[in-house]
Nanobody, 121 residues
Framework: QVQLVESGGGLVQPGGSLRLSCAAS????????MGWYRQAPGKQRELVAS???????NYADSVKGRFTISRDNVKNTVYLQMNNLKPEDTAVYYC???????????????WGQGTQVTVSS
């Protein structure tokens, strides 16, 4: 049973930066695709960025050029570097482990508990 623990959220001013981390334990890490999602109040959860087994990445249009997803297969951790943050980036950010090496949603995927990111002056 995989466990995903997010960290790194907090309050930041517009234009600032944060780096989120998602540490995985309990299963092999490097064979699975990983993703970061976010959910703002009153809105549906949306994909922010994903990284497959081979470190191929994909981003939502709203974060392209500002956010970078990466993975460290030694530390079993996936990161989300967020730069030039905007108030509309405010949300709870969730880590997702897909059930395969590609980004293909499944009922067998695992989620972390989420970390709050608030962008406000």
């Amino acid at each position: 049973q995989v466990q995903l623990v997010e960290s790194g959220g907090g309050l930041v001013q517009p234009g600032g930066s944060l780096r989120l981390s998602c540490a995985a334990s309990g299963s092999i890490f490097n064979i699975y695709a990983m993703g970061w999602y976010r959910q703002a109040p009153g809105k549906q959860r949306e994909l922010v960025a994903s990284i497959n087994r081979d470190s191929g990445t994909n981003y939502a249009d709203s974060v392209k050029g500002r956010f970078t997803i990466s993975r460290d297969n030694v530390k079993n951790t996936v990161y989300l570097q967020m730069n030039n943050l905007k108030p509309e980036d405010t949300a709870v950010y969730y880590c997702r482990r897909y059930s395969s090496g590609i980004v293909y949603p499944s009922v067998h995927d695992s989620w972390g508990q989420g970390t709050q990111v608030t962008v406000s002056s």
